[in-house]
């Protein structure tokens, strides 16, 4: 079965400080897995997948396939990281995305 | 490059009746999947058409069903309306290019409001 948990409903932390945003997945085979965000009054974006090994708006996230999970992180949080986060997979290539339940991550001045 | 539209933003319909979305892609790009958006359920995938073909198709009832024109312009169809149809439903684009280039470009959604 292919799933993605995001254990996180709700996540507010302080300017400045880090966060961690957890994503663990089920999935049989390799999959695809990435980060959408969604600002407010804003669509669903891509913020990051794990092929591409990038860095956007300082974030980033490894891959684990021990622990089968995908955290997202950002060392020092912004105001401007305000937003709901979504985690997905997909099969290598395909357009089908399973979504996790996103996790509304409030930065607090 | 104009981002994916979709049409109507809102619509208002009563259980029983049919509705009929529409999804314009990025210039360009050939595949356009459909999304549905509930709190309770999420994100959850309906389908995807690529080159006026379902490519794949999520556990939706056979009430849900779409169609691709030969310009990638998608629509999606919802027949004998039920209040749990409720929903934003959003389509996403994707260029559909070499292994690995399969981001997701998403609309602005329809809210679908069944009474």
Known sequence: AQRVTQPEKLLSVFKGAPVELKCNYSYSGSPEL????????????????????????????DLNKGETSFHLKKPFAQEEDSAMYYCALSGMGAQKLVFGQGTRLTINP | KAGVTQTPRYLIKTRGQQVTLSCSPISGHRSVSWYQQTPGQGLQFLFEYFS??????????????????????SEMNVSTLELGDSALYLCASSLVGTSGNNEQFFGPGTRLTVL
């Open chain 2, 52 to 73: 006026e073909t379902q490519r794949n198709k999520g556990n939706f009832p056979g009430r849900f069903s779409g169609r691709q024109f030969s310009n990638s312009r």
């Open chain 1, 34 to 61: 990435f980060w959408y965000v969604q600002y407010s009054r804003q669509r669903l974006q891509l913020l990051l997948r794990h092929i591409s090994r990038e860095s956007i708006k300082g974030f980033t996230a």
